[in-house]
């Protein structure tokens, strides 16, 4: 490391020490530089960094102050979070060389948030498949490896979704109601394909890794999983997600607009406030290994018709125009997810509640804080 003129850390390769770094590292820094061979806080790396989950993951490891974070995402970090990390990167989780050096530091945690997300992943499948499953895989890769030089498991914590269902018909869907971890995997979506097969390398490199090689029985990766619902946040405007009517019924309410729902009245699937969501990985990767009985989970808190979440929106703006458009292959997709989660073994295993149920989450986070944006 060196300090430029302008006293921000520059860093230079540890393991290439006679090689800049290319252009996507920023350090957030000030002089003096960090020292070789200092004892440092635990350090973790969370891609994806510049969405809302990322966002709040920062703000909660800088306040616990026991950990020096390395973002990384396609765009700058803004000014609120830059003095959240210590390293920031700027590319593409699917490029080798940002991989090699992010594997120069000793990582402890990876939150892998990164991701192209259903609707898009449905309109650019392949670009999908090279963010979503070989961007995974470098990564599994690169902790493997780290956990081998430190001698100490990578705690690899990854959002999943109920993308990875693929429910045979509205029939079964309903009879079966809220379905456990490991039935029904039959995903029928691009995004949902590439989910579960990256649960399964997750497993595969936490368990089985090397099962006929000398390195059967290394233990350098401790995968952790999450199967989020429909995510809801206050705080993002939805983009044409799959799961996007509910937002979308709250934001065109709070601006008295006309809204055309793009799936049936009766269409039902999980979903979740975003704030949940959040705690949940902070839980799962909190909790001791010797109390989880399985890497993927399960985890849930309402699960709704489009035609209850209508009438919770019209509750609050009784001017509400709230029509039904089905668009077939949104709608074919919706049909295809279950209708609820069984999330039993999270609740058994770390202790798993959500804090907000359907009318806390409407009543007291969504609809006030989306109402206020619109409201003068």
Known sequence: MFCDTAGAVVYRCAVLPLCPLPQYIHIHDLCPPFTLGVVVSRIVLVTGANGEIGHSLLEAFASSGDRDVISVDLRPLGDAQRGYVKWSFEGDISDPKLIEQLESFDIAEIYHLAALLSTSAEKNPELAHRVNVNGTMGLLSMARRIGQRTGSAVKFLFPSTIAVYGMPSLEVKTSAGAVAEDVYLDATTMYGINKLYCERLGVYMSERYGQLT???????????????????????????????????????????????????????????????????????????????????????????????????????????????????????????????????????????????????????????????????
């Open 214 to 376: 000398d390195d059967a029985g290394e233990k350098t990766v401790d995968f952790r999983a999450l199967r989020f619902p429909g995510l809801i946040s206050a705080f993002t405007v939805p983009s044409g997600g799959t799961s996007d009517y509910a937002p979308e019924m709250i934001h065109a309410a709070a601006q008295g607009k006309p809204y055309a729902c793009f799936v049936r009245p009766d269409a039902r699937i999980p979903f979740m406030a975003m704030p949940d969501g959040v705690t949940a990985l902070l839980n799962l990767a909190a909790a001791p290994r010797e109390s989880l009985t399985r890497r993927v989970y399960n985890i849930g808190a309402f699960a709704p018709t489009a035609e209850e979440i209508a009438m919770k929106v019209k509750s609050a703006f009784p001017a509400a125009e709230i029509t039904y458009a089905p668009h077939p292959k949104r709608q074919a997709i919706i049909d295809s997810w279950c209708a609820d989660v069984d999330d039993s073994a999270a609740r058994r295993d770390w202790g798993w509640k959500p804090t907000f149920d359907m009318d806390t989450a409407f009543d007291t986070y969504l609809i006030p804080n989306i109402a206020g944006v619109y409201a003068g």
